[in-house]
């Protein structure tokens, strides 16, 4: 362990610049990384809510202009409890 920590040091010494564009170039992909698993997380909560939504025979509006009166529910399969 001790000797890692020597030979990061010594790199660090050694050459401080390409060790600071490593670093950067790491923060940058695990940034991007983690907005990509956000998005893709979020997309597939999005998917399934309205796949449930859609199997349950619950409609939402699909435009501010019809009345929600003019809606009408549909009774609900089994599957849904």
Do not use: D
Request: with cysteine.
């Amino acid at each position: 362990m001790i000797s890692a920590v020597r030979l990061a040091v010594s790199g660090l010494l050694r050459a401080p610049g390409r060790t600071l564009i490593r670093i950067l170039v790491l923060t940058a992909s695990v940034a991007l990384l983690g907005g990509m698993l956000l998005f893709v997380g979020n997309s597939l909560r999005t998917v399934a809510g309205s796949a449930v939504r859609r199997a349950c025979g619950t409609r939402t509006r699909r435009s501010a202009w019809v009345a929600v009166s003019t809606v009408k529910p549909q009774p609900a399969p089994r599957m849904c409890g």
